[in-house]
């Protein structure tokens, strides 16, 4: 693949980082004129006393508007709507986000709404809706993972159709994307997994999906190196702040990259599972990722062969035949999901028949595979994969994952329509 002779990028996002990051809310607020915020959470981001270490930050020169924690594990639209109803009511002016990529995406909704007008957020769904500057906004990650903060997109639920709806915009960026390690101190390890591989399928999409730029390329190719180095050990050693600060700069990165960059046919696949089966988007991440670059191998090898050099440093990446680089890459990425799975006493799963809820039942049953391929080829991500994915060729993917075997290439190379090796 040649890089483009023309690309754009964009991140108006400031960044605030470090391990006193949450004392600089109250100036930061000042600075944008914003007196009477709305903050954005979820429940388990309460009762993990997180909001409680905001509220100390900000002391007694701002004045919370309201605290709505009513979002769920996936953002939905509705949720939304009721939002943005009752900042109005306060009258609030100002938003923060704190939380993963649902409280995070749930407060990009109400400020599509707030900021422009209207009641129903299903009036703004899709690209480029959103005509201008909206309130001010700060975005707390909780988890080292979504990359939410750094990002146009914002992904919403519609229950009713099994749907996650992508909205997109450069007015959805933040303006403060502020990390903070204490934020993530108390993630249970079982999520630090999960997160950690959906931050690092950002940065590998991102770096081998069509829209690749030199600028995104720089971002992920760091990103991949931090998660690599540091995310089992993280898991481990959950009391490590410097590598979970490490952990949540490489989540940004890989956010600032794939919002460039777009990311493709695992996020596809990834957003019709969460969609269809209600599972968390990190465990689609992980598990879909060395699958989605087997299906791309015979497009982009030779890209996903460079990702080698960052996953395992300089020695291994020099003593790897060329051509056997991808499936290193690969291999890597199955090892890192094993090692995650034996880290968190097997709450990391590997495949999806390893997903189950809260009463051990299994989350993705196999008769939901063709809702889940049907959803997944009418995803816009997969605008931006190398390679086209068909109902029958999203099956055949699908099919594998559940089990948590390899694709068989050659067969690929057999029975396809379309791929030519």
Known sequence: MILPSYYEFLCNVKTISGTRALERIPALLEKMNARRPMIITDKGVVAAGLIALVKKAMGRKITIGHIFDEVPVDSEYTVVNRAAAIFNQKRCDSLIAVGGGSPIDTAKGVNMLVGQGGTDLLNHVGAHNVKHKLCPFIVIPTTSGTGSEMTTAAVIAHHEKNLKMLFVSGFLLPDIGLIDPRMTKTLPPHLTAATGMDALTHAMEAYFCLAKNPVSDSLAFHAIRTISEKLVHVVKNPGDMKGRLALANAAAMAGVSFSNSTTGIVHGLGHATGGVCKVPHGNCMAIFLPYGMEYSLHKVGSIIGEMLLPMAGPEVYAATPKKERPFKVIELV????????????????????????????QQVPRDAIPDIAKTATGDGTLVYNPEELTYEDALMVLEHAWEGTPLNLKKIKKGSRRIKW
Request: glycine fraction near 10%.
């Open 334 to 361: 199955r090892k890192l999901n094993n090692d995650l799975h034996e880290a968190t006493g097997g709450r990391h799963p590997r495949f999806l028949k390893e997903i189950v809820d809260r009463n051990g039942n």
